[in-house]
């Protein structure tokens, strides 16, 4: 658990020295605003309804659902020293407040959605199976962009509804299928390729690697799966959105944002190959793996 502690505070200190222009702790100290703090007090075209929607969703939940590190001794997020269950079990039970969280993460989904479609090449797939794939956002505009596809989509059974009148709105006649099932456990069977969006930093390493193998056990010899994530740059000025993203993660979930050689760690410990590594929107990318 210290290795979890000492972990929170590295990445609190990434984020402040990112934003403050601190390079490493001294005897005098002198705080001045980088650009990456001046670019964070900029407005961010089309970026208000989804952050409207995520704070009024986390106000209504207990004033402790912020608290910004695990529990000392134990490392459990603050979601789960605050309400006693993990985010995922809270919205279960209140649906009141998943309604709020399944759309805000479509709302952030469809920022990202139209670059993905249009810059990663699907025109080689003829079956796409969504992981994880929420309301369906993203799935609708993958195969609104790409017409030989067919996709299916995996959800719990509390969000499979909510995806299924989506697609159906869409407009993609019989050319997707909502299944209800549990990712950690098996996903379906014989797609090209398996996409994961915003799924795998949810999770610690452990249950990363479950996911990861679901599909490694279902995918058929040539097929893949394709991890869409923000990407950590090398550039600090560029990485201050995952960083704080990464932060996020740990309070809400115990999860994680991770470099570009973590995901090849995860893929490998899953009997996966990494593959390219292609950005879209900023600062999100596909990170393919390859059954090895």
């Known amino acids: 658990m210290l290795v979890r502690w000492v972990a929170t505070v590295r990445r609190e200190m990434n984020i402040r020295s990112a934003i403050c222009g601190l390079d490493r702790p001294s005897a005098t100290v002198r ?15 089309g970026a208000g309804a989804c952050r409207g929607r995520g704070w009024r969703m986390r106000l209504r939940l ?38 709020n969280f399944d759309a805000a993460m ?16 699907f025109s080689q797939f003829r079956t796409l199976a969504d992981i994880g794939g929420g309301r369906g956002t993203l799935l609708a505009a993958v195969l609104r962009a790409h017409r030989q596809l067919h996709g299916v989509l995996l959800e719990t059974s509390a969000v499979a509804a909510g995806a299924a009148a989506v697609l159906h709105a869409a407009g993609l006649a019989d050319r997707w299928q909502v299944v209800v099932g549990d990712f950690f456990e098996s996903v379906p069977d ?43 740059p090398d550039d600090p000025a560029e990485a201050i959105p995952t960083l704080l993203s990464d932060f996020n993660m740990l309070v809400l979930t115990g999860g994680r944002e991770r470099t570009n050689a973590e995901y090849g760690e995860l893929l490998a410990a899953a009997d996966l190959r990494a593959g390219a590594i292609v950005p879209v929107a900023f600062p999100y990318g596909v990170i393919e793996g390859f059954a090895s």
Request: charged share 20%; with cysteine.
């Open 31 to 45: 705080a001045t605003v980088s650009s990456v703090g001046v670019r964070l007090a900029q407005p961010v075209p």
């Open 62 to 99: 207990p004033a402790s659902w912020l608290r910004p590190r695990p529990t000392p001794g134990t490392g459990e997020p603050g979601v789960d020293a605050a309400c006693g269950m993990g985010l995922f079990e809270f919205l279960a039970l209140h649906p009141e407040h998943a309604i």
């Open 106 to 121: 479509s709302e952030r989904t469809a920022g990202f959605a139209p670059s993905l479609a249009a810059g990663y090449d």
């Open 190 to 232: 014989g797609a090209d390729a398996y996409l994961m969006a915003n799924v795998l930093h949810d999770w610690d390493d452990a249950r990363a690697v479950r996911i990861l193998a679901s599909c490694r056990r279902a995918m058929a010899p040539d097929g893949r799966v394709l991890i869409v994530e923000r990407l950590i």
